[in-house]
């Protein structure tokens, strides 16, 4: 029997985390960390990197970073192998925004600089990691963020919806183009999740309707998204490329 432990273990291993200064980037740094992972944890906000890399020590080095920048991004990836002697193995496409308006008031302004971070920003960072895995012959796995939105309606977030959903169709495309260099690109979907960001408005009459609509009549917390990743970063995934893997309560599958 394979021991647990081992096959979720990414000790060896380089994780790069974009969007690692928020709230659900932070979390999954520690989770990568946790497993063995050397990290490179990217973001705009700098101080908030600098903070967590104080926190996790030495395996772990803030890079600033703007994914919608191709400059920028290729600069992150020098870093990382500057700093830990090899290519990211590990790639968490997690920085992401949101502008909520309904459709007829959403800009033009709103829809692109959504679709830019969203979709853009993570086919940048996705390819560059790629391009880079492939030239040294190894293997890895990447792991988009996407969301529920990408599968089902949310109210209010038409950029955001249509650039989740481009991303889980980006993650089967690279799945397949990539299986042959034994890099492996699936998806994590979560649903609602409580952050810092949207605590008052779940607190609120109208958030507590939202949360009614759950199965599980409960908000995910970060932590309930930790297996999930480990499964697709880690040799546990081993046979799982182009998922899109939905952690939600049952959110997404509720008729209501």
Known sequence: MTDPAQIFSLQGSTALVTGASGALGAHFARVLHAAGANLVLAARRVEALEALASELGPRAKPVPLDVTDAAAVGRAFDAAETAFGAPCDVIVNNAGIAVSRPVLQQTEQDWDSVLDVNLRGCFLVATEGARRLVAARRGGAIVNIASIGGLRILQGVAGYTASKA??????????????????????LCPGYVETPINRDFFASEAGQAVVRRVPQRRLGQPGDLSGALLLLASPAGAHMTGAALVV?????????
């Not at 980006?170 to 998806?187: F, S």
């Open 248 to 256: 939600d309560g049952g959110h997404s599958v509720n008729p209501l």
């Open 166 to 187: 481009g991303l889980v169709q980006l993650t089967k495309q690279m799945a397949v183009e990539l299986a042959r260099h034994d890099i492996r690109v699936n998806a």
